[in-house]
């Protein structure tokens, strides 16, 4: 089975964040960067298919658009056990809404004719949760949301989705197919130190966002980010223990909605 993983690289999760010149972006130097984690759940899941299908063989390719610096993001995926990487050298990615990334990876994972696409739920910087349903739109594949596990069954996928207040649903879908995964499913391995050496005799392609040929317009413009503003204020409440305990219970039902 071919799997090809989309992964992004994004700042990391402690990074202290500031706002750009331009207000539309937050400032990128000087901060760290990591893989996406749900990325690094769908990562996983490719790898433990590939290993469940050992005796039939498999590859596991994981593609990633951004700049230079995602190209440690794809190595760290190698060193993981992703077979090769595709990297699509993007300079301006936070300026692409969900559909032109789409696009990009759209047409870069169609000339492999893969089985199977895993993407993240979302990415941790915008948090969209659209490209992985767009890219399999683009593609003319089947899809489901919200996955935690994948089988393989019947010549086809079994898949575990998660829905609201603990419910499950259980989905049998044809291949090819693309699944966006949830985080949480599996645990997340370390890359070993065997791992890192084979990486670097890996084939990583590189192939420059031009060279794709697709449009770059977004349909959807970032305007405006910012800082959450932070407000305080107090209240006082009188009356009898009894009306204060009433009251106090209101706001935080229905002002607070904490209960």
Known sequence: MKIIVAIKQVPERDTPLRINSSGKWIDES???FALNEPDAYALEEALLLKERSAETGGEVIVVSAG???AGSTIREALAKGADRGIHIVCDDLPGRDALGVARLLAATIKPENPDLVLTGLQSEDLGLGQTGVILAELLGLPHATLILKVEK????????RELEEGWFQEVELPLPAVLTMQSGGNKLRYATL?????AKT?????????EIGVDSAPVAILEQVAQ???????QMLGGSPKEIAAALVEKLKFEARVL
């Open 228 to 234: 959450p503003t932070k407000q305080k204020s107090t």
């Open 153 to 160: 069954a019947n010549g086809g996928l079994k898949v575990k």
């Open 202 to 210: 890996k084939t990583v392609r590189v192939v420059n966002d031009g």
């Open 30 to 32: 000087n901060l760290q």
């Open 194 to 198: 065997m791992g890192i050496k084979r």
């Open 67 to 69: 700049p230079g610096r």
